[in-house]
T-cell receptor, first 115, second 114 residues
Framework: EAAVTQSPRSKVAVTGGKVTLSCHQTNNHDYMYWYRQDTGHGLRLIHYSYVADSTEKGDIPDGYKASRPSQENFSLILELASLSQTAVYFC??????????????FGAGTRLSVL | AQKVTQTQTSISVVEKTTVTMDCVYETRDSSYFLFWYKQTASGEIVFLIRQDSYKKENATVGHYSLNFQKPKSSIGLIITATQIEDSAVYFCAMRNTNAYKVIFGKGTHLHVLP
C-alpha cells in the first residue's frame, strides 16, 4: 500500500509570512503532485515533479514554489502567504510512465488557514 | 488543452439503487487514461477505477463500472446496489499518455439515503 505523508496536517499562517508544506512518500514513486482543494473548484494542480531536482508548473502555480530535493520528498512553498491561499492542500504520488502504473496515491491533506 | 467537466454538483439516491455520475473530458491526444476517485467525509481520497482510451471494454471493479463513450468524450461512473458508505464526493480525472499532468473535475457529491 502506497504511503504518502503530509506535514503539518493543519496550519494557521499570517498574511505575508512564509509557509512550507511537506510531503514524503515511501514507495519509490517517480511522480509527485501538489493539488489545492477549494469548495466548488475540485482539485486543481499547482506543481508536479517527475524526477528529483526538477519541478513543473501545473495549472495554478502563481504564488507557489515547489522543491523536490529527493525522490521521496516534495515541498510546496508559499513565500508570501495571502488570504486567497486558504485551502486544503493534497500531495500525491504515482509511479507514472508505464500503462499500469499511473494511479495516484494521496496524502491526508493539509488544512491551511491564512489570517 | 485538457479539461474535465462534471456538471452534477450533488446527487441523492436511495440505498440499493443504481446511480450514474457523468463526466466529459477534452483532450487533443489520441491516447489517454481516465480515472475516478472517491473522497470520503474524512477527506481521504482513494482511487476507484480506470479506463484506458485504447480499450473498448468498459472497466468494472466490484460494484463500480464505467460507461466509456469515446465519440462523446464521456466517461460515466455507475455504482450498482449503492450503500450508505458510498456517500462521498466522486472526482473524474484524466491524464494524457505522454504527459505527467493529472487533471480533475470539480466533483459530484453523492448522498445515499436509507
Amino acid at each position: 500500500e502506497a504511503a504518502v505523508t503530509q506535514s503539518p496536517r493543519s496550519k494557521v499562517a499570517v498574511t505575508g509570512g512564509k509557509v512550507t508544506l511537506s510531503c514524503h512518500q515511501t514507495n519509490n514513486h517517480d511522480y509527485m503532485y501538489w493539488y489545492r482543494q477549494d469548495t466548488g473548484h475540485g482539485l486543481r494542480l499547482i506543481h508536479y515533479s517527475y524526477v528529483a531536482d526538477s519541478t513543473e508548473k501545473g495549472d495554478i502555480p502563481d504564488g507557489y514554489k515547489a522543491s523536490r530535493p529527493s525522490q521521496e520528498n516534495f515541498s510546496l512553498i508559499l513565500e508570501l502567504a495571502s488570504l486567497s491561499q486558504t485551502a486544503v492542500y493534497f500531495c500525491a504520488s504515482s509511479e507514472g510512465g508505464g500503462l499500469e502504473q499511473n494511479t495516484l496515491y494521496f496524502g491526508a491533506g493539509t488544512r491551511l488557514s491564512v489570517l | 488543452a485538457q479539461k474535465v467537466t462534471q456538471t452534477q454538483t450533488s446527487i441523492s439516491v436511495v440505498e440499493k439503487t443504481t446511480v450514474t455520475m457523468d463526466c466529459v473530458y477534452e483532450t487533443r491526444d489520441s491516447s489517454y487514461f481516465l480515472f475516478w476517485y472517491k473522497q470520503t467525509a474524512s477527506g481521504e481520497i482513494v482511487f476507484l477505477i480506470r479506463q484506458d482510451s485504447y480499450k473498448k471494454e468498459n472497466a468494472t471493479v466490484g460494484h463500480y463500472s464505467l460507461n466509456f463513450q469515446k465519440p462523446k468524450s464521456s466517461i460515466g461512473l455507475i455504482i450498482t446496489a449503492t450503500q450508505i458508505e458510498d456517500s462521498a464526493v466522486y472526482f473524474c480525472a484524466m491524464r494524457n499518455t505522454n504527459a505527467y499532468k493529472v487533471i480533475f473535475g470539480k466533483g459530484t457529491h453523492l448522498h445515499v439515503l436509507p
